[in-house]
């Protein structure tokens, strides 16, 4: 799909964060942009008043998301496990159910996700995530085996999709386009560190990159060091 076939786009988790940067990046190539969040969540898309429709609503709710990516191009989604009532799976559900034929669909997760089991995860990394997992259940907040579910359909679909599996998050200026792998734990990751805005600028960016589709690429900034160090593979990537 090239440029000039992605006019409207949505933004599925418009609120959060990451959401607001990829509305931004969204805007900024003049795209028309719709807006999913929850409705408590409204007041915090303020600076974009009038530059974009804002659905307000739960993003696991297939209506909601029905209604928002009606004639859009493209569906940006954050796959966000709140709470144990498979909100994850729920969100990416309805988005494969009611994008349109031929959509570009990309959803964001973590470095967790692993499509074909080849990813190598470090000690540290392995027992954080579990441990992250239990405690979210115990507290009932968050639910991080449902993105798994999530990506799994995902993953399953024959849709257009593209999975971005971002590494360890800080805010911060844009290095410009994030360097990827397919494997967690090839050398270039090894910094895991991208800033947020970079994060959204791939995701975005993806919209028009067909050498992503299907793909699952694990990202981490163009400036770290493991991305400097490995110059010729940020070339064969970027």
């Not at 949505?10 to 969040?37: F, P």
């Not at 560190?193 to 589709?213: G, I, K, N, Q, S």
Request: charged fraction near 25%; hydrophobic fraction near 40%; aromatic fraction near 6%.
């Amino acid at each position: 799909m090239g440029t000039d076939r992605v006019n409207k786009v949505c933004v599925i988790g418009a609120s959060g964060k990451l959401g607001q940067y990829m509305v931004r990046h969204a805007l900024e190539r003049g795209y028309e942009v719709v807006g999913v969040c929850r409705e408590r969540s409204v007041p915090k898309l303020a600076a974009f008043e009038g530059r974009m429709t804002v659905v307000p609503g739960p993003t696991n709710d297939p209506e909601v998301i029905r209604r928002a990516v009606a004639g859009c191009d493209g569906v940006l989604t954050v796959l966000v496990p709140w709470g144990v009532r498979q909100y994850a799976s729920g969100t990416a559900q309805a988005v494969l159910d009611h994008a349109r034929p031929g959509a570009r669909l990309v959803f964001s997760c973590g470095w967790h996700i692993t499509r074909d089991g080849k990813d190598h995860y470090s000690r540290t990394f392995t027992l954080g995530v579990r441990a992250a997992a239990l405690l979210g259940k115990l507290v009932r907040a968050v639910e991080i085996d449902d993105q798994v579910e999530a990506c799994r359909r995902v993953f399953a679909s024959d849709t257009r999709w593209t999975v971005v599996r971002g590494s360890t998050l800080k805010e911060g200026e844009s290095q410009g386009l994030p360097v990827w792998s397919r494997h967690v734990g090839d050398p270039i990751l090894a910094s895991n560190l991208t800033h947020r805005v970079d994060f959204a600028l791939f995701m975005v960016e993806a919209l028009t990159d067909d050498t992503l589709v299907q793909e699952a690429p694990a990202i981490v900034g163009r400036l770290t060091p493991s991305a400097l160090a490995h110059t010729g593979d940020t070339r064969e990537r970027a």
